[in-house]
Nanobody
Framework: QVQFVESGGGTVQPGGSLRLSCAAS????????MLWYRQAPGKQREWVAT??????????QYLNSVKGRFTFSRDNAKNTVYLQMNDLKPEDTAVYYC??????????WGQGTQVTVSS
């Protein structure tokens, strides 16, 4: 089963940008739906964004609070998905996780990457 390793997190000031990467241990081309989630301190993990496969039109959906600021993309040749995050806000502070939608009901997650937005 494909596993994922997230990276690219860090500490930025409000208004800053980060690009998160999620490297898969195998091919992502056939994965129907990829997701980004995040978990802020003391809160439940929440869905952030969805990206469907190329054969399904590479459709995207975003949490309302990140719409227009975050962009979910994929590079099948590198077996990597990305989350470009612009105009970051303190409320975006969380550990970010990527996943194959089929793994979510099984509660299978990577280690995530920490994003901290603070002045």
């Amino acid at each position: 089963q494909v596993q994922f390793v997230e990276s690219g997190g860090g500490t930025v000031q409000p208004g800053g940008s980060l690009r998160l990467s999620c490297a898969a241990s195998g091919s992502i081309a056939s994965i129907s739906v990829m997701l980004w989630y995040r978990q802020a301190p003391g809160k439940q993990r929440e869905w952030v964004a969805t990206l469907t496969s190329e054969t399904s039109g590479s459709l995207t959906q975003y949490l309302n609070s990140v719409k227009g600021r975050f962009t979910f993309s994929r590079d099948n040749a590198k077996n990597t998905v990305y989350l470009q995050m612009n105009d970051l806000k303190p409320e975006d502070t969380a550990v970010y996780y990527c996943n194959d939608a089929s793994r979510v009901p099984k509660n299978l997650w990577g280690q995530g990457t920490q994003v901290t937005v603070s002045s």
